[in-house]
């Protein structure tokens, strides 16, 4: 059926008032969208040439839901509007088909392509998705502001533990901890675009977060501002990690300039003392305090500056940590030092009253410092140690040789200036070689720690004795006079009895001859070298004599002094 006799027989070519419509043949080919008639029997033609190929598709099968249409508008006697998608060599075409009944059962089906219609919407649905998706992973908040300055609009999750609606409505001044931006303007507030502008804002939970805002101000048709709208990023993890490497690199150049301090000096008695200024100074202390671990207690080793009562500090770090408290109201911070996870002292760094408190840094370089601590409370240690080898007898434990007579010097200086009295005591052992032959060197040395023994019972803490070799000791007394010395030999010989056990033979016994010299006050005349030789020529006079007994050494303003005797 030719369209113009279609239409005229619906009486659809007659315009209002009965004026006719002309549809010429050539106005129906130049439709630029498919124009399909169907027949009572639902069977297509195309009225023009941009029908072809939906009617062979149609006919083909490719679009089911064409002919479902038609029968609803024939059998309802309405217009029915229907989408329906016809597959092509180029890609799936879109149509929005217009069914429209007409007499005789028929119909008239008019498709307009909507391809690329449809194709423009959905990527402009999947840009704006794409634009949200993007802001939503690339910032943490995205807001708009209104021209009253509050928020108008905030993210759907909200921001610093605030839901969305908590937000808007209210001003950002309400949650700003401190006025930052970029020179000097606000994200909120600028009239020009803002990037990377940071701020500090207030949490739900009290807390403060740091924010860096971009924005741009929104303007109206006359280019009036109404607002603002922008994204920000909390970057307050970042900023404490920022913060957290700029302690870190403070903490460690302290800690080096301590460390060097420590290993720049050669004696070590003097290392402790350089290592508590050194590490008072970096913690802007007032003084500090190192002490040596020692029978379970800590022993004052060295100090600088002014310093308190350290006993309640002490008593905190027994247990191993450490302590942080007020004494007389000084702060005092304290560490234990350890060397092979032992521990061998402590520090402690006093401020004054009115200083500040010790911060989470000075705890942690403290107890840094303490580990250099421990290292050089060994390396003292070991010099003790050494020291002491070098200075004492193997055997007795008492001063060697050597040490007695360098701290013998020392103090022989001092009785000019002191014009004191002072006694030197040489012993020897008589017969001693007879229980080294009868007995063996084993029974031998247990005779020299019981003669130790005895000399030690009957000597002072401010005396000095010791093992001068073989079986030779040497007892200085220091403050005594004549009587005094007399009868400190007096009870030596009495003690020396009890070496009988260790004698030889009857006819050797073990026992002790001693030869005593007095320096008496203001005596300038007598060298050491003088006393000492009164010492020995009475110990040995003991010997030829019979042994076993004690002698005063004539004074000597009555011998002269060597050079004259010699």
């Not at 030719?2 to 009486?11: N, R």
């Not at 069977?43 to 190929?53: F, G, T, W």
């Not at 839901?65 to 989408?83: D, L």
């Not at 220091?478 to 010989?493: K, S």
Request: hydrophobic share 45%; net charge negative; glycine share 10%.
């Amino acid at each position: 059926m030719a369209l113009k006799a279609f239409l005229q027989k619906a009486g659809l070519l007659h315009g209002p008032r009965g004026r006719s419509i002309t549809l010429t043949d050539s106005a129906i080919a130049a439709f630029p969208h498919p124009i399909l008639l169907a027949d009572r029997a639902g069977r297509l033609s195309p009225a023009n040439a941009a029908a072809n190929a939906l009617c062979l598709a149609v006919r083909r099968g490719d679009v089911p839901g064409i002919g479902a249409s038609i029968a609803r508008a024939t059998t309802s006697a309405q217009a029915q509007f229907e989408v329906v998608m016809v597959p092509g060599p180029a890609g799936a075409m879109l149509y929005e088909l217009t069914v429209l009944p007409m007499p005789d059962d028929a119909a008239l089906a008019i498709a307009k392509d909507v391809t690329l219609e449809s194709n423009l919407r959905a990527a402009l649905v999947e840009s704006r998705q794409r634009y949200k998706d993007m802001v939503e992973i690339s910032t943490d908040f995205a807001w708009e502001i209104g021209a009253d300055g509050a928020f108008g609009f905030v993210s759907p999750r909200g921001a610093l533990g605030f839901t969305a609606s908590e937000m808007v409505g209210r001003k950002p001044e309400e949650f700003l901890v401190e006025q930052a931006g970029v020179d000097g303007l606000l994200p909120f507030q600028a009239t020009h675009p803002v990037e990377n502008a940071e701020i500090w804002m207030r949490c739900a939970d009290g807390g403060i977060a740091c924010l860096r805002a971009s924005s741009s101000p929104m303007r109206d048709a006359e280019g009036q501002r109404r607002g603002a709208r922008g994204v920000w990023h909390d970057v307050t993890r970042e900023r404490e990690r920022e913060a957290a490497l700029v302690k870190a690199d403070n903490r460690e150049r302290l800690l080096t300039y301590i460390v060097r301090a420590i290993r720049d000096v050669a004696d070590p008695n003097d290392m402790l003392r350089i290592a508590a200024e050194a590490t008072s100074r970096a913690l802007g202390g007032a003084g500090g305090q190192i002490f040596r671990h020692r029978d379970g207690g800590f022993d004052p080793a060295a100090s600088f500056g002014d310093i308190g009562r350290a006993g309640t500090v002490l008593s905190g770090l027994a247990d191993g940590g450490g302590v942080e408290t007020l004494v007389d109201g000084r702060p005092a911070l304290g560490a234990v030092s350890r060397y092979r996870r032992q521990i061998n002292g402590a520090i402690v760094i006093w401020r004054a009253a009115d200083d500040a408190a010790w911060t989470r840094d000075d705890r942690i370089l403290l107890e840094d410092v303490a580990d250099q601590i421990g290292i050089a409370n060994e390396q003292v240690a070991n010099h003790d140690r050494i020291l002491a080898l070098s200075r004492t007898d193997a055997l007795t434990g008492l001063f060697n040789r050597r040490a007695f007579f360098e701290e013998l010097s020392r103090r022989f200086a001092r009785l000019a200036h002191d014009r004191a009295p002072a006694a030197l005591i040489y012993i020897d052992l008589d017969n001693f070689k007879a229980v080294n032959d009868r007995h063996g060197h084993k029974r031998g040395d247990e005779a020299l720690v019981a003669v130790r023994d005895i000399m030690m019972r009957h000597t002072r803490p401010t005396d000095l004795l010791a093992r001068l070799g073989g079986d030779e000791f040497a007892l200085w007394l220091e403050g005594a006079d004549e009587a005094i010395a007399l009868e400190r030999c007096r009870q030596i010989i009495a003690a020396g009895k009890a070496l009988a056990s260790f004698s030889g033979g009857d006819d050797k016994p073990l026992t002790l001859s001693l030869g005593v010299a007095v320096h008496a006050p203001g005596s300038r005349a007598e060298t050491l070298e003088d006393l000492l030789q009164r010492a020995d020529e009475a110990m040995y006079g003991v010997k030829r004599d019979g042994k076993g007994d004690y002698r005063l050494a004539r004074p000597a303003a009555e011998l002269g002094s060597l050079e004259e005797r010699s």
